[in-house]
């Protein structure tokens, strides 16, 4: 009888073991997701301002229209729920990349500046906090 209780608690000890491994897996999916968006932020901060850039041209180059393919293609190729940096990052910063690509896609320039303006707030406001999450 004296094994059974040590067998029960041996048996509790793994439970709780395992639940430890399930929640250092998502961490690490967490920690992999928010480094995706990060990229995804960076990435953005370059290519926006450029697509802005050349839809404003009144002629574009032949270069300029293959710049501005290349630019949709990698914008068309990430797919994120928006949401997604606001559960990880209490940031609407996906929100705000997805409404500043579609209002330079309008070629509206008011439209559009006015939606990089809102974007390069969000940015600086997150380039700050990961700064000084880095320097920890």
Do not use: C, G
């Not at 491994?21 to 370059?46: D, M, P, Q, R």
């Amino acid at each position: 009888m004296s094994n059974q209780p040590n067998l029960i608690d041996f048996r509790l000890r793994s439970m709780k073991l395992e639940k430890v491994i399930l929640k250092s897996t998502k961490i690490t999916e967490i920690n992999e997701a928010i480094s995706l968006i990060k990229h995804f932020v960076e990435l953005s901060s370059k290519l926006l301002p450029y697509l802005a850039e050349i839809n404003e041209k009144e002629e574009l180059s032949i270069q300029d229209i293959s710049n501005r393919e290349k630019i949709i293609d990698v914008f068309k190729s990430y797919r994120f729920d928006t949401k997604s940096s606001t559960v990880l990052m209490n940031s609407t910063i996906l929100e705000l990349i997805q409404n500043a690509y579609e209002q330079i896609k309008l070629v509206n320039k008011v439209s559009s500046r006015k939606a990089l303006n809102s974007f390069w707030l969000e940015h600086d406001r997150l380039m700050k906090d990961w700064s000084v999450i880095e320097s920890n």
